[in-house]
């Protein structure tokens, strides 16, 4: 292992040491249940519900998708399985009851524009694909 690998292996112990540290001294025990909760849940979610869910989907598209639009599904896929995780808390609305005085908290509609970038996703794999493919195919037929 080189030494630049070691050393970014070693900080990142300490910076998980440290926020470890921080987590346990600054709050009290039922905060610290909840997030070992917390972290708890999203390992089973993620090994029950989301594991087999992308596995299946691959597993289907690789059966039925061209060989050529395999690897923009590929990366479809990821994107949007991204995005998805990162809007849930904002297509959800979590948070706004919380502080029911602040207007600027979750003040736009998120569904429209999680909507926009899902078909701006799509757009951006299905398109190249498209693109490829006619060209492949007026190449062959003038060939």
């Known amino acids: ?70 690897p923009a599904a590929a990366a479809g896929l990821v994107v949007l399985g991204s995005l998805t995780l990162l809007a849930v808390p904002f297509l959800g609305g979590f948070g706004r009851d919380n502080a029911p005085d602040n207007a600027t908290l979750l003040d736009r509609d998120y569904t429209a524009g999680y909507l926009v970038l899902v078909a701006l996703v799509l757009l ?13 195919r007026r190449s062959d037929g003038q060939g």
Do not use: E, I, K
């Not at 849940?41 to 299946?56: E, I, K, N, S, T």
């Not at 951006?124 to 492949?136: D, F, H, N, S, Y």
């Open 1 to 70: 292992m080189s030494r630049g690998r070691a050393g970014l292996g070693a900080l990142g112990v300490l910076l998980a040491a440290y926020g470890g540290w921080l987590l346990l001294s600054r709050q009290d025990s039922a905060g610290n249940l909840d997030a070992v909760l917390w972290l708890a849940g999203g390992v089973v979610v993620h090994d029950l519900l989301l594991a087999p869910a992308v596995l299946a989907l691959c597993w289907v598209g690789a059966r039925l998708l061209p060989p050529l639009a395999r």
């Open 124 to 136: 951006g794999v299905v398109l190249p694909v498209l693109v490829v493919t006619v060209l492949r």
